[in-house]
């Protein structure tokens, strides 16, 4: 298929029009059709079976390409010139037909039927004149007995409620079954996913991940159009189209300059899906994000994999994230799991003329300034910066669970920080032991410690702009259970309880200056810990640190900082007194980014000492920093965690749990960081902090001039 030539005038910065997006929609569907079996009813591309076996496999094949046909011909108002509705009515009547052997698998029979449906009856939604009105009467009979299981069914309480009420909404609309008792239930439970700024956690555990953009802001909008003039539906689409935008502004600053989404959360080999949300402003005519920064955002991500291998030479989509990395998958993806990157597509069913494809494309926000944003549900604290484009997360917020929970960490959702230029260690040995971009405490054998079920502290501006955030957990070393499904969260096991952690982050560019404080044993302490360690981003590369690929293990290194760099960035730890240690862990085939992950960290040369704050300083950017931001505790000279620091803990301090005391994520709570002692300096600070409870007080000079003065005290309880 011959390329579209780039459009720099229309599309400056990635030179993408909606030429370029039918090419894609087209070669991946035209490759597709080698691998469909004889009636069209399934598609079983080349690679291992999934965790549900080849029935599914095939059924998710054709109800996923099924997308992107969809999306394909509504934009064009039914023209169809590759004869994709008749291709497609071909698979419908055969994997409808009890009799054939290409028979899919019932919505009885295998819940992943259920997921698959609702791709199905989108579609036919979409194309309703053009596919579903031209079917026989006896196929449209079998559609819909084939969809029917879905009333009165089961789904687990997350996106996938929104598969039934898809489905009984098109049953509905073409005299098929329904239970408007399903739809009313569904939709009063999916109100209870909905947080603060437009954002949705799915499901009741501290679940944010893509799944946010792609599914719970995708299926309410478009369930609003298939039950239009239902009071249910027009009653809440100014709902939904309100946290839509209000998400969106949160969304568009979490792409990289090179198009990259966030490495975070499961499902990542679904790709350019996390165009959705951006197609989907568009759709809805919002005044805001503009239309040329919506496809920006949308064609940024989609050439981003399209210029490193995804769709590859053949067309064709693989597990993994560039080119084919199995390891990112959940245990039950299967070869044609990838292709919900169609959902992508989404920006196809609009017309040429609409102002998403004629607006001249504007510069994402990490193109135009440095930002720190405060996102508070998922408990994020964004950065993005300019020089190198590059978008980070510290979290403080998601561990897709709950509060006191004791599981595992998992390395899709508990790290510490997720960026668009790097990826967690997410196979092999140190997947499951946290290492990247953790606060641990090393048990006597040196197994680190996990944070799961944490309780968010903090997450706030600064009044200088600084981000900061902050959170707590009993330290806990787990025994996993050997069996049960991987659906990306942590896993449950034998627990080891040890002390609490509190951690703090304030973020400010490149930067994050992470304060750490291990609480004293209590009764409940079965492993008191030793040596504590901060663990830094981890950076692809094509060697191990030690730039022989012989060996992967732990190099120490020299000094105060354990520093590592690619062609791109540098990831950097600097310790203070206490983190007298440090090294740089190369992990073999531990990211779908590069062969190799390079982990920087600097620990304790012995057990931790409890009740002082330690302190590291972290960064992720071009180029090597000239200057790191300067951390002083005013009123002690010689730093937090040293033998003569005064204990921010001690009896005179504040107990911010204690009935009086502020909270201090609220908003009446007094902010921690005093007007009066922050802004710009020209010089490092000194002299007493202004309305600190000195020696609880710690202040960090910024390398642009910036002081930011926090009382921590307000943090312990």
């Known amino acids: ?97 009890p009799a054939s052997p290409e028979r899919w698998v019932r919505l009885d029979e295998h819940g992943q039927a259920k997921v698959e449906a609702a791709s199905i009856a989108l579609v036919l939604h979409l194309t309703r004149p053009w596919l579903w009105d031209r079917l026989d ?34 049953l509905a609309s073409v005299g098929g079954p329904y239970e408007p008792g399903d739809i009313e239930a569904g939709l009063a ?111 940024g991500i989609a050439r981003h994999f399209a210029d490193r291998g995804a769709p590859d030479g053949k067309g064709l989509l693989s597990l993994g994230w560039h080119g084919p990395w199995r390891p990112i998958a959940q245990s039950y993806s299967g070869p044609g799991s990838p292709y919900w990157a169609a959902k992508g597509l989404f920006g196809l069913t609009l017309p040429a003329g609409h102002p998403v494809w004629t607006a001249v494309e504007e510069p994402l926000p990490v193109e135009r300034d440095d930002y720190q944003v405060v996102v508070p549900s998922p408990g994020w604290l964004v950065s993005g910066t300019r020089a190198d484009g590059v978008v980070r997360v510290v979290n403080h917020g998601t561990d897709h669970s709950h509060p006191g929970s004791d599981l595992a960490d998992s390395p899709l959702y508990a790290r510490l920080g997720y960026s668009t230029a790097t990826s967690p260690v997410l196979a092999g040995p140190y997947a499951g032991q946290p290492l990247d971009q953790s606060v641990t405490l090393l048990d006597a054998g040196g197994e680190p410690s996990h944070r799961t079920g944490f309780d968010t502290l ?69 492993e008191a810990g030793g040596r504590l360690r901060v663990g830094g981003w981890p950076l692809p590369s094509d060697i191990p640190h030690s730039g022989t690929a012989a060996r992967a293990g732990a190099d120490p290194v020299a000094g105060e900082a354990a520093v590592v760099v690619n062609e791109r960035v540098w990831s950097c730890v600097f310790g203070g007194a206490s983190l007298d240690v440090g090294g740089v862990t190369s992990a073999d085939d531990a990211s779908p980014l590069a062969p190799w992950t390079v982990v920087p960290w600097r620990a304790t040369s012995g057990p931790a000492r409890a009740e002082v704050w330690h302190e590291a300083v972290l960064h992720l950017g071009a180029g090597e ?93």
């Open 1 to 97: 298929m011959p390329r579209v030539p780039d459009d720099p005038a229309l599309s400056p910065y990635t030179g993408w029009t909606r030429a370029h997006w039918a090419e894609l929609a087209e070669r991946l569907l035209l490759s597709a059709r080698p691998f469909a079996s004889p009636g069209h009813a399934r598609v079983s591309f080349p690679g291992r079976a999934g965790g549900y076996g080849a029935d599914v496999d095939g059924l998710e094949g054709f109800a996923r390409t099924f997308l992107a046909a969809g999306f394909r011909v509504a934009g064009e108002g039914g023209d169809d010139p590759l004869g994709l509705m008749e291709w497609y009515a071909e698979g419908l009547a055969t994997g409808t037909d």
């Open 137 to 170: 009467d006896g196929v449209r009979e079998r559609v819909i007995a084939y969809l029917a299981p879905a009333v009165g069914g089961e789904y687990p309480p997350i996106n996938w409620v929104w598969f039934q009420i898809v489905v009984e909404q098109f």
């Open 189 to 299: 439970l999916t109100d209870g996913f909905a947080r603060e700024n437009g954002w949705y956690a799915d499901g009741a555990e501290r679940s944010y991940d893509h799944y946010a953009g792609w599914a719970l802001q995708f299926y309410p909008l478009l369930w609003t159009e298939m039950a239009a003039g239902e009071p249910a539906a027009d009653e809440r689409r100014p709902v939904y189209l309100r946290r839509l935008e209000r998400y969106l502004h949160d969304a568009v600053r979490l792409v990289g300059a090179d198009g990259s989404p966030l490495l975070q959360g499961r499902s990542l080999t679904y790709r350019f899906a996390a165009a959705v949300p951006f197609w989907l402003g568009a759709r809805y005519d919002l005044d805001t994000p503009s239309p040329g920064l919506l496809r920006r955002a949308a064609s």
């Open 458 to 526: 903090l997450a706030r501006s600064l009044p200088t702009g600084t981000a900061a955030g902050a959170s707590r957990w009993r330290a806990h070393w787990v025994k996993p259970d050997s069996c049960g499904p991987d659906h990306g969260s942590g896993r449950s096991g034998r627990v080891r309880l040890g002390p609490w952690l509190h951690v703090l982050s304030l973020v400010r560019g490149p930067w994050e200056v992470r304060l750490v404080r291990v609480g004293a044993p209590d009764d409940q302490v079965e």
């Open 625 to 717: 920093p000239a200057e790191r931001p300067a951390v002083t505790w005013p009123g002690s000279a010689s730093g937090p965690a040293s033998d003569s620091a005064p204990d921010p803990a001690s009896d005179s301090a504040p107990d911010p749990a204690s009935d009086s005391a502020p909270d201090p994520a609220s908003d009446s709570a007094p902010d921690p960081a005093s007007d009066s002692a922050s802004g710009p300096v020209s010089g490092p600070a000194s002299g007493p902090v202004v309305g600190l409870g000195v020696p609880s007080g710690v202040r960090v000079v910024w390398p642009d001039g910036v002081v930011d003065d926090f009382d921590v005290s307000r943090l312990i309880r």
